[in-house]
C-alpha cells in the first residue's frame, strides 16, 4: 500500500498516482519477466482509488506501525485484488480527477468484496 498527500501535501496527488501505478507497471513488468526465465511465476497489479482516509499509528506498546484505513483503501484494495498481471485499475473518481492526462478504458461495472454497491472500474491503458 502506497499512501500519497500524507504527511506531506502534493499537488495533484490522483495524477500522481496513476503516473506511479504506470511506472510499476513497466518497472515491475520487466523484472517479472525476467524471473518467469527462470520458472518463478510473478506478476502483480494495481490498484488506484480516491478519497478520504483515516490516517495514523496503531498498534500497541511493543509493534506500531502507520497506516491508513476507510472506504477508499478499501476499494483500492479490492480493485488491487482484482487486477490482473500488469493491469492498473482505478476508480471513476479517479479518471474524473486526472482529466485527459490519461487514456483509460472502461471495464464496467465490478462487485467487489465489502463493497456495499457495484463499482464502475476502468484500466489504464
Excluded at 510473478?42 to 496503531?58: C, D, E, N, P, R
Excluded at 479490492?78 to 482505478?90: I, M, N, P, T
Amino acid at each position: 500500500m502506497i499512501v500519497l498527500n500524507d504527511p506531506i501535501e502534493i499537488e495533484d496527488p490522483a495524477k500522481c498516482a496513476v503516473v506511479l501505478g504506470d511506472k510499476l507497471r513497466s518497472t515491475l513488468g520487466a523484472m517479472c519477466e525476467n524471473w518467469q526465465r527462470y520458472e518463478h511465476d510473478l506478476g502483480f497489479g494495481v490498484g488506484i482509488s480516491y478519497g478520504y482516509a483515516t490516517l495514523g499509528v496503531v498498534g500497541s506498546e511493543t509493534q506500531q506501525t502507520y497506516t491508513a484505513i476507510g472506504a477508499a483503501v478499501n476499494l483500492a484494495s479490492r480493485l488491487c485484488d482484482h487486477a490482473s498481471d500488469g493491469e492498473v485499475l482505478v476508480t471513476q473518481r479517479v479518471c474524473t480527477e486526472v482529466g485527459d492526462a490519461f487514456k483509460f478504458e472502461s471495464i464496467g461495472q465490478l462487485d467487489l468484496k465489502g463493497v456495499s454497491r457495484a463499482t464502475i472500474a476502468f484500466r489504464l491503458n
